[in-house]
């Protein structure tokens, strides 16, 4: 492999292991305000028991987050010289805005959060976590305002020549609401909630199936299940305007979602299926005409296609496609979950269906995935560029790093990646296993026995 596939792999890899947390920070974030803000308005001791508990699994997703993170940082500069005179003026105001604005906010409340309960009043503790909470919201962001500009580029114009060429900020609110930012923002910050509900709704299910903690598991499960269900249909929401906003911005990214080939006709919807990209071609069912409805709201309008693009200038296809089919297929099977476990609340079975509730066990891989595919989908849709339209990927590279100093870079992190991952579930199982700390008061069980 060239020095220009292997610091793709790198920065991929290390990025990928990286997305593993914020999305569980964030989530968990928004779930121990709503926990929290029931025990202020209930006083009942199983909510503050929920909150301490979940407290301590957001401590440890925070602090894996922050130790991958650092990592990708130095990339740009390693890997990325080039890259990183090009945009850094961009790129240093959105990264320099998120830890001012978002991590200090995170991080200087966050002691508070954890070892202030019996402390300070309970109406200041709860602000120390609407804070943290905030600022773990914050930093997604800046980091989706950076990452769109890469995508659609706006507020800026560019000094220089050739290597010397670099992007200048014109415009700062221009560049933070570019025209993909917000819409991507929503789609990130609602795949972050799932990612959060769906880690409590399956240590939830898990002590329900275990006999274990049944009132406090049932308690998180109703709270992390509402959650769940919101962020899973507004991602059909979020997830369509998205398509709408690449259709006007980068036509290119949309034809390779669903592999649509000619330069001017109406695009037909892929339920799933391969591209050739030989003969430019897919197979798999499909709905005629399903892509322009989808985008136009009107069947017969034509779709930008692949056709329309020099073979230089488009993306890996069939990888493309591949990403973002099963990022809509998971995307819709945690709708169908959230569905049926609160149809199953309702009718009072929920507690006692043990097949769903081993679904809902396994479910914690389901956001995940699809957050990781939806990045896959963005970032491999951009190529050939890196700013899309300005800055091509191979362009990008620093120019003294060789492949043999990016091999042994690559496997080193790949080393200790792979023991803080461990180190990560090892310690997360702890905690689940060891449980809430408090012991649960009888009446509780018994006011919660009763299914709502």
Excluded at 244 to 253: L, N
Excluded at 320 to 341: K, N, Y
């Amino acid at each position: 492999m060239d020095v220009l596939a292997l610091s793709r792999l790198q920065f991929a890899f290390t990025i990928a292991f990286h997305y593993i947390y914020p999305p569980l920070s964030i989530g968990l974030g928004l779930l121990l305000v709503c926990m929290e803000a029931a025990y202020l308005r209930t006083r009942k001791p199983l909510y503050r028991q929920m909150t301490k508990f979940w407290v301590k699994v957001f401590a440890l997703t925070f602090a894996m987050g922050v130790a991958t993170g650092i990592v990708m940082e130095f990339e740009f500069g390693t890997n990325w010289a080039t890259y990183s005179r090009y945009v850094g003026d961009v790129f240093g105001s959105a990264l320099a805005a998120e830890g001012i604005f978002a991590f200090f906010l995170e991080s200087g409340f966050l002691a508070l959060l954890l070892f202030g309960w019996d402390r300070v009043g309970p109406t200041l503790h709860f602000f120390s976590t609407v804070m943290v909470a905030l600022g773990s919201m914050f930093s997604a962001v800046w980091i989706v305002a950076a990452n769109s500009w890469m995508q659609t580029p706006a507020g800026f114009h560019v000094v220089g020549e050739g290597m010397q060429a670099r992007a200048e900020i014109t415009d700062f609110w221009a560049m933070v609401f570019n025209p993909s930012s917000m819409d991507r923002l929503s789609h990130v910050v609602l795949g972050c909630w799932q990612a959060g509900a769906f880690l409590v709704l399956s240590v939830s299910a898990y002590y329900l199936l275990q006999g274990r903690h049944q009132a406090f598991a049932k308690a998180s499960m109703k709270i992390a299940l509402c959650l769940a269900m919101a962020a899973s249909v507004l991602q059909l929401v979020t997830g369509h305007q998205s398509a709408v906003t690449v259709s006007r911005h980068q036509p290119a990214k949309l034809a390779a979602f669903e592999g649509h080939y000619p330069s001017s006709a109406p695009g037909d919807l892929h339920l799933f299926g391969w591209v050739d990209e030989a003969e430019e071609t897919v197979s798999g069912p499909r709905l005629p005409r399903g892509l322009s409805w989808l985008v136009h709201g009107n069947p017969r309008q034509p779709v930008t296609g692949l056709q329309a693009f020099p073979p230089a200038d488009r993306p890996p296809v069939n990888a493309t496609f591949q990403c973002f089919h099963a990022m809509v297929a998971i995307g819709l099977g945690l709708i169908a979950l959230s569905v049926l476990g609160v149809w199953h609340w309702w009718r009072g079975s929920l507690w006692t269906t043990r097949w769903l509730l081993w679904l809902f066990v396994c479910a914690v891989l389901g956001p995940q995935l699809a957050n990781q595919l939806g990045w896959l989908t963005a970032e491999l849709g951009r190529q050939p560029w890196i700013v899309y339209g300005l800055l091509r990927t191979s362009e990008g590279l620093s120019r003294t790093v060789t492949a043999n100093m990016v091999w042994a870079s690559l496997l080193m992190f790949t080393c200790i990646y792979v023991l803080l991952f461990a180190l990560f579930i090892f310690l997360l199982d702890q905690k689940i296993r060891q449980g809430p700390d408090e012991a649960e008061p009888a009446d509780l069980y018994r006011r919660h026995a009763q299914p709502v």
